[in-house]
């Protein structure tokens, strides 16, 4: 009973000076907050790093000639050669596409003055129609060209960004043809997005346009997308497909399952969480802990009357306790609720998922709580010290 | 005349401050006050009047010598026997009124019976009816800080009160106060003697003194007794 009473009154002794409570509060309410942010954040960041190493790169296998035939008659990469791939479990899509060799001048403007040094043209590349859908490509302008340009090998190309502005092709309004070889083509869309960056470097026209006017015979590289989980699958039973009797003949690769990286991601992270963590806890902790020592000081009078008045020392050191593990309820409520809106609003402005452990909420709450009560013993121990006697004769 | 147990009875008593070096800040005191009395203790700065009254309120051992407290040697009773025995029944005023800035002034006066178990509806109904005591019936939401010196020596009383005391300590308690506010404390005192109360009260000042039934001068640590006026 006795004892209720002693934490009531400690309790009302808190929240009667509740901007010093505040003020208490904030050094361990900042190492909670940072914790919680911190932890979600690194989930946050962490997930975000997944799903981008999802979309990008777990779910794409490349096929490629394994290298220069031996034998007239080995087996090589052919346009025909998707509709095999195509029909293996887990692949979503395939692409082909062509590095031209002997392209000697790709310009938007023929120029005939011999003076002008030739710039290295951008690469240019022949490809099936799905080339735009397998390789991710955003068009800022125009469009992908379609399987009806590649039947009719009509003069089409899309051009990547950066080619554009070498080009000088940057508006489709003002320019929209380019000379290959001397050779006119129509530019029907500029992407300035890829899986791979060195794409938007490149000119891409149809297969059967290349194999007209630039004598392209054969592919390159086969392009696939899988769906997540097949990737391993589908680059073993890609050249399989490809050549029943042959499939060395091909090499396929693709970037391994993205969990170990997601663990490696994990690791490193919550290790510079506890580092940063635990010192801001602990800069916290002192802080309390000082603020609590001039606390027990001030009011070394009280204390003495307490005493005076019956208080045993163990009751002392409950109302100190009581007064401290306040502070920490206080630092870790607000300190978590701050970092969990820390947490939203960063990833917010990223336009992230904010995700958090379900736990952070209360972990975050009971380091405060643990942070007041540690910050207190010491104090407390200080204010059950005081003897009536003594503390009472000042004025 | 039949004899009864006083309430203070003091044989002998020293106490030493240890040093270094050690002071003897009470000698061979020998002090009698039965119930009801009204005693004034006066005497130089530190001939050792605090020390005294630490001594008598149960705050401090003797070193050496006997001490009664109504009849029960208290140099025999446990720590914990000491501090139940001084919350029931001793009563402190200060001349720092060691009030709680922030607490209002019921909370003040009430403070001392949460040590005793009592709840906060018991403490509030104690604390107001002793402030009613004090004249402060209407303050009792106030904070300390708000109240003028005279008044909160007045809450300091009515806490030594909350007890329900059967001896009431005072170091100096007007020693803070102008002659007409202290008028109005040392009134309140004669009140609670009229009231059958026992008073130990330390003062400097002579016409404080003499309110008291007696007075007990100490120097160097030894007590003088005067003459008793009644
Ligand atoms: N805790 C202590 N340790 C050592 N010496 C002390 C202690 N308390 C008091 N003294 C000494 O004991 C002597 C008596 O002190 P005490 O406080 O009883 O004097 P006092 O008569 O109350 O003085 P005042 O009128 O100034 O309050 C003084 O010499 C003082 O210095
Ligand atoms: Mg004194």
Redesign the pocket.
């Known amino acids: 009973m006795r004892l209720r009473y002693v934490c009531q009154d400690a309790l009302v002794s808190s929240v009667s000076r509740p901007s010093k409570l505040f003020l208490t509060a904030f050094g361990a309410m900042l190492g909670v907050a940072s914790l919680v942010a911190i932890s979600g954040l690194t989930t946050t960041a962490g997930t975000q790093i997944i799903a981008r190493f999802d979309s990008a790169s777990s779910t794409y296998v490349s096929i490629e000639n394994a290298g220069e035939p031996v034998n007239h008659g080995d087996p090589r990469l052919r346009w025909a050669s998707g509709d095999g791939v195509a029909r293996i479990e887990g692949v979503v899509r395939v692409a082909l596409s062509a590095r031209l060799a002997g392209i000697t001048s790709v310009v938007a403007v023929p120029l005939d003055d011999p003076t002008v040094p030739e710039a290295t043209p951008p690469a240019v590349l022949a490809a099936t129609a799905d080339l735009g859908e397998v390789l991710g490509l955003r068009l800022s302008d125009g469009r992908m060209f379609d399987r009806g340009h590649e039947e009719r090998g009509d003069n089409v190309v899309v051009v990547g960004a950066q080619a554009a502005g070498q080009l000088g092709v940057d508006d489709l309004a003002l320019q929209r043809v380019v000379f290959i070889n001397d050779v006119a083509y129509d530019v029907v869309g500029i992407f300035d997005e890829a899986i791979d960056n060195s794409f938007l470097g490149a000119v891409i026209m149809p297969a059967r346009t290349a194999q007209t006017h630039l004598g392209a015979t054969s592919p390159d590289v086969l392009h696939v997308i899988v769906r997540p989980g097949s990737a391993r699958l589908v680059a073993e039973q890609g050249p399989i497909a490809l050549a029943p009797s042959g499939p060395t003949a091909f090499a396929a690769s693709y970037t391994p399952d993205p969990t170990d990286l997601r663990e490696q991601v994990g690791e490193d992270t919550r290790a510079m969480f506890v580092v940063v963590g635990f010192v801001s806890m602990l800069a916290g902790t002192v802080g309390i802990m000082n603020t609590m020592l001039l606390n027990v000081m001030e009011r070394t009078g009280e204390i003495g009357l307490r005493r005076a008045l019956g208080a045993k020392r163990a009751e002392i050191v409950v109302q100190f306790l009581t007064e401290s593990a306040v502070v920490g309820v206080v630092s870790g409520a607000a300190g978590s609720a701050i970092g969990m809106v820390v947490i939203v609003a960063l990833a917010e402005s990223r336009s992230w998922a904010p995700v958090a452990e379900w736990w952070l909420m209360p972990v975050g709450f009971a380091l405060g709580v643990a942070s007041g009560l540690v910050a207190g013993a010491f104090p407390a121990w200080r204010a059950a010290r005081i003897e009536p006697?003594?503390s009472l004769?000042a004025a | 005349m039949t004899r009864t147990v006083p309430l203070i009875e003091l044989e002998g008593v020293a106490k030493d401050?240890?040093?270094p070096p050690t002071?003897r800040?009470?000698r061979d005191a020998q002090m009698t006050v039965g119930k009801g009395e009204y005693v004034s203790i006066v005497?130089?700065?530190?001939?050792?009047?605090?020390?005294?009254?630490?001594v008598v309120g149960l705050l401090d051992r003797p070193t050496c010598g006997r001490y009664s407290f109504a009849g029960v040697d208290t140099g025999s009773l446990s720590e914990r026997r000491r501090t139940a025995l001084r919350a029931r029944a001793i009563g402190f005023v200060f001349q720092g009124f060691h009030l709680m800035p922030h607490r209002t002034v019921v909370e003040n006066v009430g403070m001392g019976l949460i040590y005793q178990g009592a709840s906060w509806r018991q403490r509030r109904r104690i604390a107001e009816e002793k402030l009613e005591a004090v004249g402060l019936g209407s303050r009792s939401t106030a904070l300390p800080t708000m109240l003028s010196g005279g008044e909160m020596q007045r809450v300091a009383i009515a806490r030594a009160l909350a007890c329900s005391p059967s001896l009431l300590l005072c170091?100096?308690p007007t020693g803070n106060l102008d002659s007409q506010t202290a008028d109005g404390i040392l009134q309140i005192v004669d009140d609670l003697v009229e009231a059958q109360l026992t008073v130990l009260m330390?003062t400097?000042d002579p016409q404080v003194a003499a309110r008291a039934h007696r007075s007990v001068v100490?120097r160097d640590?030894r007590l003088i007794h005067d003459q008793g006026r009644g």
Do not use: C, F, Q
């Not at chain 2, 005497?43 to 630490?54: E, F, M, Q, V, Y």
């Open positions: 006697a003594s004769r | 401050y240890p040093g002071v800040a009470l005497g130089r700065s530190g001939s050792g009047k605090s020390t005294l009254l630490n170091d100096e330390i400097h100490v640590g």
